[in-house]
């Protein structure tokens, strides 16, 4: 079963230009988040949500609980935001997450 | 920030042998997890805490326990390690209405 998923799956930009990733999931959940791993590197939460959108820098990351969705934009992208950008979904009281498998995001200069 | 360190970075096994990973926060917090993460796979959870010797299985225990003797120590053990587990190991805590924070990761190979 696929709680969630992540699309695309494998996203090439050329520096500058303005970056959509998608979220979408099938379950009630309590917060969505967007997490960052760079190559070799360990995993950086950006954002957890529960409604609305949020903005830090060049990302701002937006959820619509009706529709059960979330995005993930970059704006004026540069080739150090090249990572691997994952959603996890926040279920239960233990607050266990369920995550997405990832999109591979290259920015080239 | 979230005080986290996973030991040891990187570990080589032979087949068979014990091996036990350490997670120590300095934070105080409640919700401890270990993830394994794998090509195809993302990140699954392993097993979890939700205090002093409180823990509970996730969704790819088999072949691992965990102990937590005290709030800040989650310890993953491989009891007989096989290939099959090498991997790369998370390890996570959780504060409510606060975002997740992750350890740097063991690199896991078992020969």
């Known amino acids: 079963k696929n709680e969630v998923e992540q699309s695309p799956q494998n996203l090439t930009a050329q520096e500058g230009e303005f970056i959509t990733i998608n979220c979408s999931y099938s379950v009630g959940i309590s917060a969505l988040h967007w997490l960052q791993q760079h190559p070799g590197g360990g995993i950086v939460s950006l954002f957890m949500?529960?409604?609305g959108k949020k903005k830090h820098g060049r990302l701002i990351a937006t959820i619509n609980i009706q529709e059960k969705h979330s995005s993930l934009h970059i704006t004026a992208s540069h080739p150090r935001d090249s990572a691997v950008y994952i959603c996890?979904?926040?279920?239960?009281?233990?607050?266990?997450?369920?995550f997405g498998s990832g999109t591979q995001l290259t920015v080239l200069p | 920030d979230a005080g986290i360190t996973q030991s040891p970075r990187h570990k080589v096994t032979e087949t068979g042998t014990p091996v036990t990973l350490r997670c120590h926060q300095t934070e105080n917090h409640r919700y401890m997890y270990w993830y394994r993460q794998d090509p195809g796979h993302g990140l699954r959870l392993i097993h979890y805490?939700?205090?002093?010797?409180?823990?509970d299985k996730g969704e790819v225990s088999d072949g691992y326990s965990v102990s937590r003797s005290k709030t800040e120590d989650f310890l993953l053990t491989l009891e007989s390690a096989t290939s099959s587990q090498t991997s790369v190991y998370f390890c996570?805590?959780?504060?409510?209405?606060?975002?997740?924070?992750f350890g740097n990761g063991t690199r896991l190979t078992v020969t």
């Open positions: 949500l529960s409604s």
């Open positions: 996890a979904l926040s279920l239960g009281s233990a607050r266990q997450l369920t």
């Open positions: 996570a805590i959780s504060v409510y209405n606060s975002p997740l924070h």
């Open positions: 805490s939700y205090g002093v010797k409180d823990t």
